[in-house]
Structure formats: C-alpha cells, structure tokens
C-alpha cells in the first residue's frame, strides 16, 4: 500500500462539517420515531437526574429537624421508584439508539454496495478492494458510533449540563458559581486529550492499516512465501508491525489514564470550593446543610457529561472522515453511462425491439465501426476496428498478447466505452442500434460470456450453474451434460450440491472452466462471447466441449477469443489483430493460402505442437 493511500485512510478532516452532517441526518428520516423516542427518553433521563439531590435536600432541611420518619420514608420510596424508572429508561434508550444505529449501517451499506455494483470496470482497475471493504465495514461502523454513541447521547449530555446549571443558579447562585469556577481548567484539560488522543488514534489506524495490507498480501502469496521458505522471515516482519501496533494502543491508554483522574481532581477541587464557600453561610444560618449536600451530588452529575462530551468530540471527528471517504465514494459516477432504457417499460416506448428474451431463437448481428480505444491515451489498444457478425456466424479473434482481442469483447460488454466509433448491434428484424442507447441489462441479457479469468462464486455448483437465470435442477444437469459438466459433478461428493471454496478454489481449474461454460449456456443466449474458453481443459476435455459447441453455436452469433489456433479452424470468420488493428481477415484456409501472419502463427503453433508430441514419446 502507498503512502498516498495511508495519507487517504488517516486523514481526520473537520470536527463538525455541516454539509456532511446534513447528508448523514437524511438517513435518519426514515426513523423519526426511533429518534424521536431516544430523545425524550434522554432527556427524562436528565430530569429524573435531578431527584436524588432533591431528595437529599429535603430529607436534610425538613424530614430530619423534625423528625418525622414518614415524610423520610415517602422520599426514600420516591427516591427508589426514581431509580426503577431511570434503569428502565436507560434500557429502552440503549435499545432505541442501538436499533436507530444499526438500521441506519444497514440501509448505508446496502446503497454502498448497490452503487459499487453500478460503478464501471475502470474504477475497480484503478481502486484497490481493501479500501472498498474498509468504506462497507469500518467507516459505516463509525457512522454508527455517531448515532446511537455520539449524536443522541451528545444531545442528552447538553441537556443534562442546561438543566443542572440552571438547578444549580435557581438553588443558590453564589454556590453553583464557586462551583464552576474550574471548568474552564476542565476544558483545557479536555482540548489537551483531545489533541493528543487524535493524534494516537490516527497513528492506530495507520499501523493497523499497514497490518491489514501486510495480511492480505501474505495470506494471497501464501504458496509463494512457503515455497521460498520465507515463513520466520515474514513472522519477523509481522512482528514489527504487531508491536507499533500495540505501542499506539499503549499510548492511547496512558492518554486515558491520565485523563480521567485529572478530571477526577478538578471534580474534587470544585467539591472543596462548595464546602468551603458554604461552610461559613452555614455556621450564619443563610444556607442549609441540605443545600451543600444537594450541590454535591450536583456536581458530581454535572461532570459526568462534561467528561462525555470529550469522547463524543473524538466520534464526531472519526465519523466525518468516514462519511467523507463514504460520500466521495457514494458520488463517484459510472464511466459508463446509462443512456438507454432502465427497464422494459421505459424500453417499450423506443427501444422494444431490443427487449428479447435470452435466447438462441434470436438473431443477433454485432457490428464494429472504425472503434479506436485507448485505456490511457494516447496508447491506442484498438485503431480504426470494423468488422460485422452474422446470426449464426462464428467470428473468431486471433492474435499475440496484447493484440487487443480480449478488449473487443470488453467494449461489447460494455465494461468500458470506445473513444471513437460506435457499436451496434440488431436483433431479429430490428434496425441496428448503438449499444450505449441500450440499458446494461438489455444488453447483456442477450450474452452468454466465458471469460478467461474464471470466476465461480462460493457456494453449491447447481448456484454458480443457474446464475443469470431461474432454471430448474433439470436445466441446470442438461446445461452441464451439453459441454460435458457433468462427468465432472458426478464425481463429486455431493454432485450438484457440492459446496465450493472461495473462487471455486475446492476444484482444479479445468473443471472451473467447464462449470463456467456450463453456466454461461444455461442461460441459452442468442449472442455467445468465448475468451479463451479452452485454455485450462486437456485434449479430451476440449474435444467434449468442441462437440457441444457445434450444436449450440447453430443459429447463434459467436464471437471467440482464441489463443490455440486449433479451437477456431472452422470459424466462418477469423480476424487477426495486431497491435490493434485487424490485419487478416478471412477462413482458415484463405489465411493459410494468403501466407501472412495468421500462416505464420498457425506453423508456428503447429511446430511447437508436434514438438511436444516428440518430446512425450521420447519419455
């Protein structure tokens, strides 16, 4: 991880930002009632708070000079009643502000995690996943600190403080003043912790983000360190950064304990100043001694919330970093845009004819027109592609590394937009339409697409099978017999049950490919894009697939990556990249005849096949 990338995740911006409070109070709207009830609930809790020392005052001044033991008991009952309310208010509220919290991480997390899923390709080239991850669980957690430990209780707490100091005034002025003499000592106490808690805390999340990397990247390259032989090298390392990690954390507890019986002395120093403000106006008879003591306990409550709003400062500053780093994320637009239909109903009204089922019963033609596409200009990886596929036509890409032919199948995809021309794309009868006009789900409703990076989820195989469509058990098994899946799944334990690891990891990577083949024709699309779709299966596997290919190419337009030439020798169509552009176009036989570099390329696979043969027999 980059420094700049440390810099982005510790930088702690304002304390309050009022445009970023206001966009975070709109997800409270839809829990007004929540919020509404934690509030009342606090500040009951606030005035409730005042009964003790009232109680103590009345007891002191009235009950006990004269004596009378039933108004002691009626006040000790009250005062008991009082504490049975205030136990069941502090519950209600700690559910209310928990369940407020909790529902506000969730409906954040769920628009977090649909806009990522609207976010094109470029941003996830560019944007590394852990942060990603960090923005879903750690920030949202923040945010969540805020409304049940920070904003709700913060309201409680100034409220708290208002009634107190008002009490406090009303009761005997000259006595509340001596005791907020040390306040001001406690708010400089209290900006010093503050200052120095930030630092520790972003010093924290900076060892603890390096951990995380370090992590991440060692439990990837796994195989890698253990074959090296690099496992005490790498302890040692991860070591290091345990430790810094644990000597943050132990700054930030010496912070703490330094902090809490400081302001256990001021609480003190304010206690002494009552007394001895007091002491001499009640030797005069002009104060009562149930007044001293009501302002004791006083006090005592009026700290408490002072002491509070401290750490409540530190949440509100950790949360508006977060909802920064969460709504720059939340505003980041899609480079590719939704220019058509969203759904079928606004499709209906222009573009209807598009909205087809997937099926290989359609006729689909895909056309290139002069597409120049550059990931970064000015390095062109395509210049001035154009060429056409026909409804049951098989147009296949060859070419070296590099050549572009695996970015053609992108931009049909539309994971990223051309810079220059347009594709279009016709369905049945339908005139030609440039797909950018299309909605995503439209589009891609009509491909079935096997990419080269196989990616299966976690889960039983009939799931990752039936992923863009309803199918039933019986669909799923006959999709997986077409290519010869299922020779596969019968071996498995559990057959189409069977449980897979992360990406599939629990099968060999052949059979990875031969369950996404299966689940790219289970869909039945009218419109087949291959990337390799052979790479990582033997002789024997190919062949089986090869055989299902001709039946369920009939009638369908396939456009087909290829890096072994011997996959798409009866390609109607096969066009040879080269350094993006299409330099040879034409049947296998018309390339060989014409003795270009297609023909140089196929002797050369060639060769090195029958090399290979050589070699196996030699063994």
């Known amino acids: 991880m980059s420094g700049a990338e440390f810099h982005e995740e510790d930088v702690l911006g304002k304390a309050y930002d009022g445009r970023l409070m206001r966009r975070l109070l709109v997800y409270l709207e839809p829990y007004r009632g929540l919020l509404a009830g934690a509030i009342a609930i606090l500040l009951a809790e606030a005035v409730l708070a005042l009964a003790g020392p009232l109680f103590t005052r009345e007891v002191i001044d009235v009950a006990l000079p004269a004596g009378d033991r039933g108004l002691v008991m009626q006040l000790a009952v009250l005062l008991a009643a009082t504490l049975v309310i205030q136990f069941t208010l502090e519950y209600a509220g700690t559910i209310l502000t928990s369940l407020l919290g909790q529902r506000v991480m969730r409906d954040l997390r769920m628009q977090i995690f649909t806009h990522l899923q609207r976010l094109s390709i470029p941003f996830f080239d560019r944007t590394p996943v852990g942060r990603l991850i960090t923005r879903v669980t750690s920030d949202v957690e923040a945010l969540n600190e805020l409304f049940t430990a920070g904003v709700v209780a913060g309201v409680g707490d100034l409220f708290t403080l208002a009634v107190i100091s008002v009490v406090m005034l009303v009761i005997d002025w000259r006595l509340a003043l001596a005791a907020f003499a040390v306040i001001p000592f406690v708010l400089l106490t209290s900006h010093i912790f503050r200052t120095h808690v930030r630092e520790v805390y972003r010093d924290i ?119 920064e780093r969460i709504f720059q994320l939340l505003d980041t637009e899609p480079s590719v845009k939704e220019r058509g239909p969203r759904n079928k109903e606004d499709a209906g009204r222009g573009a209807s004819a598009l909205l087809v089922p997937r099926s290989s019963s359609s006729a689909v033609t895909v056309e290139f027109h002069d597409v120049w596409f550059a990931y970064a200009e000015p390095e062109w990886v395509l210049k001035g592609v154009s060429f056409r596929a026909r409804p049951g036509e098989t147009v296949a890409l060859v070419g070296h590394t590099g ?17 220059r021309g347009r594709i279009t794309i016709a369905v049945d009868d339908g005139p030609p339409r440039d797909i950018r006009d299309l909605s995503l789900d439209t589009l891609r ?4 697409y096997v990419q080269q990076d196989i990616f299966l989820f976690a ?161």
């Open 205 to 323: 999340r900076t060892r603890l983000a390096r951990i995380n990397a370090f992590l991440q990247e060692r439990l990837t390259g796994m195989r890698v360190v253990q074959l090296f032989g690099r496992e005490a090298d790498e302890a040692r390392r991860f070591d290091e950064w345990n430790r810094s990690h644990l000597d943050a954390h132990l700054r930030s507890i010496r912070i703490y304990a330094l902090y809490f019986p400081a302001i256990e002395v001021l609480t003190s120093v304010a206690l002494a100043s009552l007394i001895v403000a007091g002491a001499d106006r009640v030797a005069a008879n002009t104060l009562t001694v149930g007044t001293v003591a009501a302002f004791l306990q006083f006090v005592r409550r009026f700290f408490q919330p002072l002491q509070d709003l401290s750490e409540k400062y530190n949440i509100l500053q950790g949360a508006m970093a977060s909802s």
């Open 403 to 419: 050549a572009g032919k695996t970015t053609i199948v992108s931009l049909l995809l539309r994971f990223y937009d051309p810079q």
């Open 445 to 448: 409703a009509l491909i079935g």
């Open 459 to 619: 889960g039983d195989i009939a799931s990752n099978i039936r992923l863009s469509a309803p199918l039933s058990d019986d669909a799923v098994a006959a999709a997986a017999a077409q290519v010869g899946a299922d020779r596969v799944i019968r071996r498995l334990p559990d057959g189409y049950a069977h449980e897979l690891g992360e990406r599939g990891a629990s099968v060999s990577v052949g059979e990875r490919q031969l369950l996404s083949f299966a689940r790219a024709i289970a869909a039945d699309p009218a419109l087949l894009l291959l990337d390799e779709a052979t790479s990582a299966v033997d002789s024997e596997i190919e062949a089986e697939i090869q055989r299902g290919l001709a039946v369920l190419m009939a009638g369908r337009t396939t456009i087909a990556v290829a890096h072994r030439l011997s996959t798409v020798l009866g390609a109607d169509q096969i066009l040879v990249l080269h350094h993006g552009m299409i330099r040879e176009r034409g049947t296998h036989r018309e390339l060989l005849a014409r003795g270009g570099l297609y023909e140089r390329l196929f002797r050369l696979q060639a060769g090195m096949a029958s090399g290979e043969r050589e070699t196996a027999r030699a063994v």
